[in-house]
């Protein structure tokens, strides 16, 4: 999939290609409007991710002005202006979906791989069903395409970090998982600070997460982390 990314904050912006880049995404930066524009109106992406808050050309402009040539193209509007009558002023412009900063990268990716989905014309009657990827363990219910996890059901909310986590437990379930590997696979993500010393934090709050859905994380001590079912 290829995402063009309009935002003027460069740290953001690297920020934000690191984890696309990681979840599958083939992306390139615009750090204005009007290069965001000229590329989202002359080039072929499969979504676009768009700062309000642009030089040159504001983002909502900018999605005005391409939802003209690509009114089947996906646009997801970014922006630190969470108002009612700004959400409103950019869906009416043209935006698919609206996301307010601050926020986690997996709930960005869930929105961008939901507007994916709706832009996609529904199968012909009586076409099968793709197979989906989601784990189930006991309650817990693991979707890695969609980047959702949900208990019962109901959704959870993780952090980059716990969603990295949580990946890697169930990726390794019935072994014990070290700090090194946990490390490494931490060191994909740059959207939260923090050095091994705050793991201990991450494991807690995870453990909180997972409560009541059959699955808990055990310390082995001298070794690491392990998930277990719960009887």
């Not at 991710?49 to 005005?64: E, H």
């Not at 109901?154 to 980059?160: E, G, Y």
């Not at 970090?161 to 014990?176: C, I």
């Not at 993500?189 to 059959?214: A, C, F, M, N, Q």
């Amino acid at each position: 999939m290829r995402a063009l990314l309009a935002e003027d904050d460069a740290i953001l912006a690297d920020a934000l290609c690191a984890n696309l880049r990681a979840a599958g995404f083939d992306v390139e930066v615009a750090d204005n409007g009007a290069v965001a524009e000229y590329l989202l109106t002359r080039q072929a992406f499969d979504v676009g991710i768009i700062d309000i808050g642009l030089p040159l050309v504001d983002g909502l402009t900018v999605v005005q002005r391409v939802r003209v040539t690509k009114p089947g193209l996906p646009l997801l509007i970014l922006t630190a202006l969470d108002g009612l009558h700004n959400r409103v002023a950019g869906l009416n412009a043209g935006a698919d979906d609206y996301l307010t900063k601050p926020f986690d990268f997996p709930e960005l990716e869930a929105r961008i791989r939901a507007v994916l989905r709706r832009s996609q014309p529904p199968p012909p009657a009586g076409t099968p069903a793709e197979p989906t990827d989601a784990l189930m363990v006991g309650q817990l219910q693991f979707d890695r395409d969609a980047r959702r996890v949900t208990i019962a059901g109901q959704p959870v909310d993780l952090s980059p970090r716990e969603w990295l986590l949580l990946e890697l437990l169930l990726s390794q379930r019935r072994k014990v998982i070290t700090k090194e590997q946990i490390a490494q696979a931490w060191s994909t993500d740059v959207s939260e600070s923090g050095g091994p010393s705050s793991l201990e934090v991450y494991i807690h709050r995870l453990r909180r997460k997972l409560e009541g859905s059959g699955v808990g994380i055990r310390t082995v001590r001298g070794l690491g982390y392990l998930l277990e079912t719960q009887d």
